[in-house]
């Protein structure tokens, strides 16, 4: 598995924006597929972003689309995640995920095997 460290949290007010990173510590993301979750405590982790492996192929939930942009920086082994427009329900741990070669993305979490630890994002005036 991979050893994925996200950062780029923080406190943003509404409609400001943000991007998150993804890095792998150790390894390159060349061949895996790639995505960004969201979980809120106590509720289930929500799938909000892909990428698939080529690059040329993504996907956005319904609760973002438009707002959020996802993109991989080939050398510097990094997958961003733009968000734009925030509102006060953004507000989470956000997570990326990394899996194995995919021609299209998925946006389900048993797709995924490797996890970084997660950012804290907060929305709030």
């Known amino acids: 598995q991979l050893q994925l460290v996200e950062s780029g949290g923080g406190l943003v007010q509404p409609g400001g924006s943000l991007r998150l990173s993804c890095t792998a510590s150790e390894s390159t993301l060349d061949t895996y597929s790639l995505g960004w979750f969201r979980q809120v405590p106590g509720r289930e982790r929500e799938g909000i972003s892909c990428i698939n492996t080529p690059g040329d192929r993504t996907g956005y939930s319904d609760s973002v689309k438009d707002r959020f942009t996802i993109s991989r920086d080939w050398a510097k082994n990094t997958v961003y995640l733009r968000m734009d427009s925030l509102k006060p329900e953004d507000t989470a741990i956000y997570y990326c995920?990394?899996?194995?070669?995919?021609?299209?993305?998925?946006?389900?979490?048993?797709?995924?095997?490797?996890w970084g630890q997660g950012t804290q994002v907060t929305v709030s005036s």
């Open positions: 995920a990394a899996g194995g070669f995919r021609a299209y993305c998925s946006l389900v979490e048993t797709t995924y095997d490797s």
